[in-house]
């Protein structure tokens, strides 16, 4: 009797592909769902915000949905809607040496004395600190600094459920379920707020985009 052995060839062959193609999927990071989340900036207007502190140059909306956070002064730019438990994703880049910051349940008034800050600076390169992109800042330094270099646009996640805030730059966890209700010096902040871009350093222009955030409240 005659074999045929591409009878055998070929399911093994195809065998092989399938096991490749496998381990190709679970290899692969899963994308990120965006069900839920709502647009906090829609590009055109500061509908929906409420900027605190200013007194000369303020956000500025650039083309293709940009909004420009720059001038002379120290303020935030504060959702009007607030959140307890949430996701907030956001898409930032530098110039120079820009510094801003995401401050958490944000109040209306006495902005930073009420809330805590995740830092954003333009420190690519630079050893993570308490002061580092990514950081509680001055409080909790992040397990490393995921910045991009200048001019390059960062993916940023920041997750609160209390007590506990996660932080993502760049797909890199940052800062993995720290418990703000065992730090000193935090545990007595609002538990619910807005959600604000700060601006604190002269002259200097941080560029953000792409602003959406999803409640995680029942």
Same mark, same amino acid.
Do not use: C
């Given at each position: 009797?005659?074999?045929?052995?591409?009878?055998?060839?070929?399911?093994? %062959?195809?065998?092989?592909?399938?096991?490749?193609?496998?381990?190709?999927?679970?290899?692969?990071?899963? @994308?990120?769902?965006?069900?839920?989340?709502?647009?906090?900036?829609?590009?055109?207007?500061?509908?929906?915000?409420?900027?605190?502190?200013?007194?000369?140059?303020?956000?500025?909306? /650039?083309?293709?949905?940009?909004?420009?956070?720059?001038?002379?002064?120290?303020?935030? /730019?504060?959702?009007?809607?607030?959140?307890?438990?949430?996701?907030?994703?956001?898409?930032?880049?530098?110039?120079?040496?820009?510094?801003?910051?995401?401050?958490?349940?944000?109040?209306?008034?006495?902005?930073?004395?009420?809330?805590?800050?995740?830092? /954003?600076? @333009?420190?690519?390169? %630079?050893?993570?600190?308490?002061?580092?992109?990514? %950081?509680?800042? =001055?409080?909790? @330094?992040?397990?490393?600094?995921?910045?991009?270099?200048?001019?390059?646009?960062?993916?940023?996640?920041?997750?609160?459920?209390?007590?506990?805030?996660?932080?993502?730059?760049?797909?890199?966890?940052?800062?993995? =379920?720290?418990?703000?209700?065992?730090?000193?010096? /935090?545990?007595?902040?609002?538990?619910?707020?807005?959600?604000?871009?700060?601006?604190?350093?002269?002259?200097?222009?941080?560029?953000?985009?792409?602003?959406? %955030?999803?409640?995680?409240?029942?």
């Amino acid at each position: 009797m005659r074999i045929n052995h591409h009878s055998f060839i070929m399911p093994r %062959a195809s065998i092989l592909l399938l096991l490749v193609l496998l381990t190709v999927s679970l290899s692969a990071p899963a @994308a990120e769902s965006e069900e839920g989340f709502e647009p906090l900036f829609n590009g055109t207007n500061l509908d929906g915000w409420i900027i605190q502190g200013l007194e000369k140059a303020g956000p500025k909306i /650039l083309e293709d949905g940009v909004l420009s956070v720059g001038g002379w002064d120290y303020w935030a /730019l504060i959702t009007k809607k607030e959140f307890k438990n949430f996701i907030f994703r956001f898409d930032v880049k530098f110039d120079e040496r820009g510094n801003s910051g995401i401050l958490i349940h944000t109040p209306k008034k006495e902005v930073y004395k009420s809330s805590f800050e995740i830092q /954003l600076d @333009a420190d690519y390169g %630079a050893d993570a600190s308490k002061k580092s992109t990514g %950081a509680i800042f =001055g409080f909790v @330094a992040p397990t490393k600094n995921a910045a991009k270099p200048l001019g390059e646009w960062n993916s940023v996640e920041v997750k609160y459920v209390e007590p506990k805030i996660w932080v993502t730059i760049n797909g890199e966890v940052v800062q993995d =379920g720290v418990d703000i209700s065992a730090i000193e010096g /935090l545990k007595h902040k609002f538990d619910k707020g807005g959600i604000a871009i700060q601006r604190n350093d002269y002259k200097k222009t941080v560029y953000f985009k792409n602003i959406r %955030a999803k409640s995680l409240e029942d």
